[in-house]
Protein backbone atom coordinates (compact mmCIF):
# COMPACT_ATOMS: atom_id res chain seq x y z
CA UNK A 1 0.00 0.00 0.00
CA UNK A 2 1.47 3.12 -1.29
CA UNK A 3 0.85 5.82 2.15
CA UNK A 4 1.01 9.12 -0.14
CA UNK A 5 -2.61 8.12 -1.79
CA UNK A 6 -4.05 9.01 1.77
CA UNK A 7 -6.68 6.44 1.25
CA UNK A 8 -9.61 6.74 3.04
CA UNK A 9 -11.00 4.63 5.64
CA UNK A 10 -12.76 1.46 5.59
CA UNK A 11 -11.24 1.12 1.78
CA UNK A 12 -8.53 -0.96 0.15
CA UNK A 13 -6.19 -0.71 -2.82
CA UNK A 14 -6.56 -3.07 -5.16
CA UNK A 15 -3.80 -3.12 -7.98
CA UNK A 16 -4.33 -4.86 -10.59
CA UNK A 17 -1.58 -5.48 -14.10
CA UNK A 18 -2.92 -5.01 -17.28
CA UNK A 19 -1.37 -4.86 -20.37
CA UNK A 20 1.77 -4.14 -19.16
CA UNK A 21 0.57 -1.32 -16.62
CA UNK A 22 -0.15 -1.69 -12.73
CA UNK A 23 -3.45 0.34 -11.63
CA UNK A 24 -4.48 0.87 -8.41
CA UNK A 25 -7.52 0.79 -7.70
CA UNK A 26 -9.95 1.18 -4.68
CA UNK A 27 -12.57 -0.92 -3.09
CA UNK A 28 -14.99 -0.60 -0.77
CA UNK A 29 -17.15 -3.71 0.59
CA UNK A 30 -19.48 -3.37 3.48
CA UNK A 31 -20.13 -5.12 6.78
CA UNK A 32 -21.67 -8.42 5.44
CA UNK A 33 -22.17 -7.85 2.08
CA UNK A 34 -24.64 -9.84 0.59
CA UNK A 35 -24.20 -13.31 -1.04
CA UNK A 36 -24.81 -11.85 -3.90
CA UNK A 37 -23.75 -8.57 -4.08
CA UNK A 38 -24.78 -5.95 -6.47
CA UNK A 39 -21.46 -3.88 -7.53
CA UNK A 40 -20.99 -0.55 -8.48
CA UNK A 41 -17.55 0.11 -11.02
CA UNK A 42 -17.24 4.03 -10.35
CA UNK A 43 -15.07 6.01 -13.07
CA UNK A 44 -13.29 9.14 -11.91
CA UNK A 45 -12.95 12.20 -14.62
CA UNK A 46 -9.97 12.84 -16.77
CA UNK A 47 -6.75 13.87 -15.02
CA UNK A 48 -8.62 12.99 -12.08
CA UNK A 49 -7.75 8.66 -9.79
CA UNK A 50 -10.20 6.94 -7.50
CA UNK A 51 -9.66 8.20 -4.27
CA UNK A 52 -10.71 11.68 -5.37
CA UNK A 53 -14.00 10.34 -7.40
CA UNK A 54 -14.42 7.87 -3.74
CA UNK A 55 -14.20 10.98 -1.34
CA UNK A 56 -16.23 13.48 -4.34
CA UNK A 57 -19.33 10.86 -4.98
CA UNK A 58 -19.28 9.13 -1.17
CA UNK A 59 -21.15 6.49 -2.12
CA UNK A 60 -19.31 4.63 0.55
CA UNK A 61 -21.87 6.14 3.40
CA UNK A 62 -25.16 4.81 0.74
CA UNK A 63 -22.64 1.19 0.01
CA UNK A 64 -22.70 0.72 3.91
CA UNK A 65 -26.38 0.73 4.56
CA UNK A 66 -27.74 -0.55 1.10
CA UNK A 67 -24.76 -3.12 1.05
CA UNK A 68 -23.42 -3.30 -2.30
CA UNK A 69 -19.40 -3.36 -3.32
CA UNK A 70 -18.17 0.13 -4.84
CA UNK A 71 -15.27 -0.52 -6.91
CA UNK A 72 -13.37 2.43 -7.60
CA UNK A 73 -11.08 2.01 -10.97
CA UNK A 74 -8.26 3.53 -12.23
CA UNK A 75 -7.11 4.83 -15.21
CA UNK A 76 -4.24 5.02 -16.78
CA UNK A 77 -1.93 7.98 -17.50
CA UNK A 78 1.72 9.84 -17.49
CA UNK A 79 1.81 10.24 -13.46
CA UNK A 80 -0.10 8.29 -10.39
CA UNK A 81 -2.82 11.00 -10.48
CA UNK A 82 -3.59 12.65 -13.53
CA UNK A 83 -5.47 9.71 -15.39
CA UNK A 84 -7.85 9.07 -17.95
CA UNK A 85 -10.05 6.72 -20.34
CA UNK A 86 -9.88 5.93 -23.77
CA UNK A 87 -13.34 6.42 -23.88
CA UNK A 88 -13.81 5.95 -27.66
CA UNK A 89 -14.49 8.73 -30.56
CA UNK A 90 -12.73 10.45 -33.18
CA UNK A 91 -11.15 12.90 -30.90
CA UNK A 92 -7.92 11.33 -29.59
CA UNK A 93 -7.29 14.21 -27.10
CA UNK A 94 -6.27 12.81 -23.89
CA UNK A 95 -3.78 10.66 -22.89
CA UNK A 96 -5.28 6.75 -22.90
CA UNK A 97 -6.61 7.82 -26.55
CA UNK A 98 -3.57 8.61 -28.36
CA UNK A 99 -2.02 5.45 -26.42
CA UNK A 100 -5.30 3.27 -27.47
CA UNK A 101 -5.22 1.97 -24.21
CA UNK A 102 -7.68 -0.84 -24.27
CA UNK A 103 -9.93 0.33 -21.80
CA UNK A 104 -12.88 -1.55 -22.03
CA UNK A 105 -10.58 -4.61 -21.92
CA UNK A 106 -9.01 -3.78 -18.69
CA UNK A 107 -12.70 -2.91 -17.02
CA UNK A 108 -13.88 -6.36 -18.34
CA UNK A 109 -10.73 -7.99 -16.59
CA UNK A 110 -11.07 -6.00 -13.52
CA UNK A 111 -14.86 -6.50 -12.84
CA UNK A 112 -13.89 -10.66 -13.43
CA UNK A 113 -11.76 -9.85 -11.00
CA UNK A 114 -13.48 -9.10 -8.81
CA UNK A 115 -16.18 -12.02 -9.44
CA UNK A 116 -13.33 -14.45 -8.58
CA UNK A 117 -12.85 -12.87 -5.40
CA UNK A 118 -16.28 -11.95 -3.96
CA UNK A 119 -20.06 -13.53 -4.82
CA UNK A 120 -21.50 -10.68 -6.96
CA UNK A 121 -24.75 -10.90 -8.76
CA UNK A 122 -24.01 -10.55 -12.71
CA UNK A 123 -27.72 -9.67 -12.78
CA UNK A 124 -26.29 -6.14 -10.99
CA UNK A 125 -23.52 -4.32 -12.29
CA UNK A 126 -23.61 -0.86 -12.87
CA UNK A 127 -21.13 1.74 -13.70
CA UNK A 128 -20.92 5.46 -13.31
CA UNK A 129 -18.83 8.08 -13.79
CA UNK A 130 -17.99 11.83 -14.15
CA UNK A 131 -16.54 13.61 -17.31
CA UNK A 132 -14.69 11.72 -19.08
CA UNK A 133 -15.36 8.67 -16.50
CA UNK A 134 -19.52 8.99 -17.90
CA UNK A 135 -18.36 8.81 -21.55
CA UNK A 136 -16.21 6.11 -20.37
CA UNK A 137 -19.43 4.26 -18.90
CA UNK A 138 -21.08 5.04 -22.35
CA UNK A 139 -18.57 2.71 -24.19
CA UNK A 140 -19.25 0.27 -21.59
CA UNK A 141 -23.12 0.51 -22.46
CA UNK A 142 -21.87 -0.03 -25.99
CA UNK A 143 -19.40 -2.69 -25.41
CA UNK A 144 -20.04 -4.79 -22.59
CA UNK A 145 -23.90 -5.10 -22.55
CA UNK A 146 -23.22 -8.70 -21.59
CA UNK A 147 -21.74 -7.15 -17.86
CA UNK A 148 -23.24 -3.98 -17.45
CA UNK A 149 -26.84 -3.26 -16.38
CA UNK A 150 -27.30 0.27 -15.99
CA UNK A 151 -24.96 3.31 -16.11
CA UNK A 152 -25.29 6.34 -14.69
CA UNK A 153 -23.40 9.18 -15.84
CA UNK A 154 -22.89 13.14 -14.91
CA UNK A 155 -21.42 16.06 -16.70
CA UNK A 156 -20.57 14.03 -20.08
CA UNK A 157 -21.52 12.59 -23.09
CA UNK A 158 -21.98 9.97 -25.64
CA UNK A 159 -18.57 9.52 -27.64
CA UNK A 160 -18.16 6.33 -28.27
CA UNK A 161 -20.29 4.40 -31.43
CA UNK A 162 -22.05 1.62 -30.71
CA UNK A 163 -20.88 -0.57 -33.77
CA UNK A 164 -22.16 -3.65 -33.12
CA UNK A 165 -25.89 -4.83 -32.48
CA UNK A 166 -27.08 -2.88 -29.52
CA UNK A 167 -28.85 -4.45 -26.67
CA UNK A 168 -30.29 -2.57 -23.83
CA UNK A 169 -29.04 -0.76 -21.13
CA UNK A 170 -30.91 1.19 -18.63
CA UNK A 171 -29.28 4.90 -18.78
CA UNK A 172 -29.49 7.62 -16.13
CA UNK A 173 -27.78 11.18 -17.31
CA UNK A 174 -27.47 14.51 -14.88
CA UNK A 175 -25.81 17.36 -16.08
CA UNK A 176 -25.57 21.21 -15.52
CA UNK A 177 -27.07 24.25 -17.69
CA UNK A 178 -23.75 25.93 -17.28
CA UNK A 179 -21.53 23.08 -17.72
CA UNK A 180 -18.59 24.74 -20.12
CA UNK A 181 -16.29 21.73 -19.94
CA UNK A 182 -18.83 19.54 -21.74
CA UNK A 183 -21.64 21.70 -22.76
CA UNK A 184 -24.92 20.58 -22.82
CA UNK A 185 -25.45 21.64 -26.56
CA UNK A 186 -22.47 19.84 -27.34
CA UNK A 187 -19.55 21.71 -29.43
CA UNK A 188 -16.29 23.49 -27.33
CA UNK A 189 -16.83 24.86 -23.73
CA UNK A 190 -14.68 27.93 -22.26
CA UNK A 191 -12.97 24.91 -20.16
CA UNK A 192 -13.18 22.37 -22.87
CA UNK A 193 -9.86 20.26 -22.83
CA UNK A 194 -7.70 20.55 -25.85
CA UNK A 195 -10.87 22.41 -27.62
CA UNK A 196 -12.90 19.29 -28.30
CA UNK A 197 -16.14 19.42 -30.06
CA UNK A 198 -18.29 17.41 -28.02
CA UNK A 199 -22.01 15.68 -28.91
CA UNK A 200 -25.16 17.32 -28.10
CA UNK A 201 -25.74 15.26 -24.71
CA UNK A 202 -29.80 14.53 -26.14
CA UNK A 203 -27.91 12.75 -29.04
CA UNK A 204 -26.67 9.54 -26.64
CA UNK A 205 -29.67 9.83 -24.56
CA UNK A 206 -32.08 10.00 -28.08
CA UNK A 207 -30.15 7.07 -28.96
CA UNK A 208 -30.54 4.95 -25.56
CA UNK A 209 -34.08 5.99 -25.89
CA UNK A 210 -34.38 4.03 -29.17
CA UNK A 211 -32.57 1.39 -28.59
CA UNK A 212 -34.50 0.72 -25.30
CA UNK A 213 -37.73 0.84 -26.91
CA UNK A 214 -38.84 3.74 -24.78
CA UNK A 215 -42.51 5.74 -25.29
CA UNK A 216 -42.29 8.73 -27.50
CA UNK A 217 -43.55 10.74 -24.59
CA UNK A 218 -41.29 12.29 -22.06
CA UNK A 219 -42.81 13.52 -18.49
CA UNK A 220 -40.69 17.07 -17.25
CA UNK A 221 -41.08 17.00 -12.95
CA UNK A 222 -39.39 20.68 -11.89
CA UNK A 223 -38.03 20.36 -8.37
CA UNK A 224 -37.93 22.93 -5.63
CA UNK A 225 -34.32 22.27 -5.64
CA UNK A 226 -33.82 23.39 -9.54
CA UNK A 227 -33.69 20.21 -11.47
CA UNK A 228 -35.65 19.06 -13.98
CA UNK A 229 -36.55 15.32 -14.46
CA UNK A 230 -37.02 14.23 -18.34
CA UNK A 231 -38.81 10.16 -17.68
CA UNK A 232 -38.65 7.82 -20.67
CA UNK A 233 -39.67 4.26 -19.71
CA UNK A 234 -39.24 1.67 -21.31
CA UNK A 235 -41.58 -0.21 -23.05
CA UNK A 236 -40.49 -4.11 -22.01
CA UNK A 237 -38.09 -4.88 -18.88
CA UNK A 238 -36.10 -1.95 -16.37
CA UNK A 239 -34.30 -0.17 -19.47
CA UNK A 240 -35.59 3.45 -18.58
CA UNK A 241 -33.99 6.66 -19.65
CA UNK A 242 -33.67 9.29 -17.25
CA UNK A 243 -32.45 13.14 -17.87
CA UNK A 244 -31.99 15.60 -15.07
CA UNK A 245 -31.23 19.02 -16.55
CA UNK A 246 -29.16 21.01 -13.49
CA UNK A 247 -29.89 24.60 -13.47
CA UNK A 248 -26.99 26.74 -12.65
CA UNK A 249 -24.89 23.99 -12.04
CA UNK A 250 -21.57 23.53 -14.07
CA UNK A 251 -19.34 20.32 -14.60
CA UNK A 252 -19.29 19.06 -11.05
CA UNK A 253 -21.18 16.46 -8.89
CA UNK A 254 -24.32 17.44 -7.68
CA UNK A 255 -24.47 17.51 -4.03
CA UNK A 256 -20.46 17.59 -3.64
CA UNK A 257 -18.79 20.08 -1.97
CA UNK A 258 -16.37 22.13 -5.07
CA UNK A 259 -13.03 21.17 -5.90
CA UNK A 260 -10.17 23.55 -5.38
CA UNK A 261 -9.75 23.90 -9.57
CA UNK A 262 -13.88 24.19 -9.59
CA UNK A 263 -13.70 27.37 -6.85
CA UNK A 264 -10.64 28.68 -8.74
CA UNK A 265 -12.83 28.66 -11.94
CA UNK A 266 -16.02 29.96 -10.39
CA UNK A 267 -18.02 26.50 -11.17
CA UNK A 268 -20.95 26.02 -9.32
CA UNK A 269 -22.75 23.33 -8.01
CA UNK A 270 -26.12 22.30 -6.51
CA UNK A 271 -25.72 21.23 -2.77
CA UNK A 272 -29.41 20.05 -2.91
CA UNK A 273 -29.42 17.81 -5.21
CA UNK A 274 -27.55 14.37 -4.12
CA UNK A 275 -26.55 13.19 -7.14
CA UNK A 276 -24.69 9.82 -5.73
CA UNK A 277 -27.82 9.36 -3.74
CA UNK A 278 -30.13 9.56 -6.79
CA UNK A 279 -27.89 7.48 -8.80
CA UNK A 280 -28.57 4.07 -6.66
CA UNK A 281 -31.78 4.80 -6.46
CA UNK A 282 -31.99 4.49 -9.85
CA UNK A 283 -29.65 1.96 -10.67
CA UNK A 284 -30.53 -0.40 -8.00
CA UNK A 285 -33.55 -1.97 -9.39
CA UNK A 286 -31.85 -2.68 -12.62
CA UNK A 287 -31.36 -6.00 -14.29
CA UNK A 288 -29.26 -6.70 -17.31
CA UNK A 289 -30.97 -7.55 -20.18
CA UNK A 290 -28.46 -9.44 -22.42
CA UNK A 291 -27.96 -13.09 -21.43
CA UNK A 292 -24.69 -14.23 -21.29
CA UNK A 293 -23.70 -16.75 -23.97
Not at 27 to 48: E, I
Not at 68 to 82: K, N
Not at 265 to 287: M, Q
Request: glycine share 10%; aromatic share 10%.
Amino acid sequence: MNGQRRIPRGFLQYDMEFGGRTRSNLLFVPDCPPDPSPLLLALHGGAGHPTAMARMTRFDRIAQTERFLVAYAAGSGPGARRLNWNAGGPERQGWAEQHHIDDVGFLRAFIRQLMNEFLIDPDRIYATGISKGGMMAYRLACEAPDLIAAIAVVGATMVAECTSQPHKVAVMHIHGTSDQNVPMEGGRGRFTFSGAPWPAVRSGIEYWRGVNDCANEEFEDERDSGVHHFHSEASNGSADVDFYVVDHCGHAWPGARRQLWQRALGIKTNDRFDASRHIWEFLKDKRKHLVRS
